[in-house]
């Protein structure tokens, strides 16, 4: 169930993300604690890194792990609080976990590795594996603890960082737009001849990606849909803000666009939070460089590439991506083999970013959908 703790839209999804008080009744205590202390995004270290030492201290594993990732959500990259954080995040995840057994793999990139984590099934005749990644803030420890909500969905799943996501942006490894290349380099090092593909957040928008350049991926799902990066910087801008962004990129008027997102990101800590990932996923110093560079990352164009079983997710109040982009998507996709929509819902608690606030719903039809369009391929 989706909380709307504080009224604000980025808190409340980072909380609902981070906590589970429906796992753990003893997380009520600690939100109703730190909420009131959450007043900007600089409290979000202090007052979650206290309480996930505290759940440390008691053994409470899996608590912790999400606790020090909420802790870790708003701090820079290249500071001393996120390296504790994130390193926290998954000391307490692996811990915690009960799950089955997580093969721990490194698969070899661009002159240095991608962390990645390998489920097997215990089912006898094993279905198609998946392939499943993050997007703009993900960590591969996050999701597996996600499909704990699957059960055992008679596949292989394997997990990893791409470059630009968890350990491996902390390696210093840039996210691409072209993420066939690590895909395919996940799948040449697992010697994986044909998969399902499944990316979340800016992840529905890299697994088109994928299937329009990467043969060997027969089925795509995206979790959520997302057509363009300056969605999520425009969606809450007035329209006419946007409009006059976007100008000043077609412009390239680099002044006047480095002090005006600074000056949106001053008064704004969810723009401040969007601007400080963006930087560093990219690898760009500046916003007007990211600006220039974020225009390349888009849908547009690739559609028709798309040949697949296609199934889209949307949360009717995303606030990262504006819900017309589904029917948009869907449209685009003129040669895919099969395309499959659903909207989630206020009434499913499943309307945010990703269903957050009911992954066991969202994740169950996708495993429903995944057997379905098993029976159909060649």
Known sequence: MFHAYTGDEQFD??????????????????LAEVIPQLRTAGDWYP??????????VA???????????AAAFYE?????TKRTAVAGFRREFYAGWDGPELERLEVPYAGSSLPALRIRTAAEHSAEPLLLFGGFDSYMEEMAGWLRALGDCGRDVVIFDGPGQGTALMRGLAMPL???????????ALEIERCAAMGMSLGGLLVMRVAAFEPRVTRIVAMDVFYRMFDALEIRLPRAAGVVLEFLVWCRASGVLDAAVSRLAAR??????????ALAITGTDSPHALLYELVRWSLAGLGPLVRQDVLLFAGER????????????????????SVTTRVFTDAE??????????????????????DETEERLP
């Open 59 to 69: 053994g409470d594993h899996a608590v912790a792990s999400g606790y020090w990732g």
């Open 47 to 56: 007052c979650w890194s206290e309480l996930a030492r505290r759940r440390e």
């Open 76 to 80: 820079p990259l290249d500071s001393e």
């Open 268 to 277: 704004d800590h969810d723009m401040a939070w969007k601007l400080q990932q």
């Open 13 to 30: 999804l980072q909380l609902n993300r981070f906590t589970h008080p429906e796992l753990d009744p003893s997380v009520k205590g600690d």
């Open 178 to 188: 072209a993420w066939e290349r690590p895909v395919g380099a996940v799948l040449d």
């Open 349 to 370: 608690h499943a309307a945010e970013h990703c269903q957050v606030g009911n992954l066991p719903l969202a994740l169950g039809a996708v495993r429903d959908w995944l």
């Open 318 to 337: 995303d606030q990262y991506v504006p819900l017309r982009r589904l029917d948009q998507v869907a449209c685009e996709l003129v040669n895919a083999n």
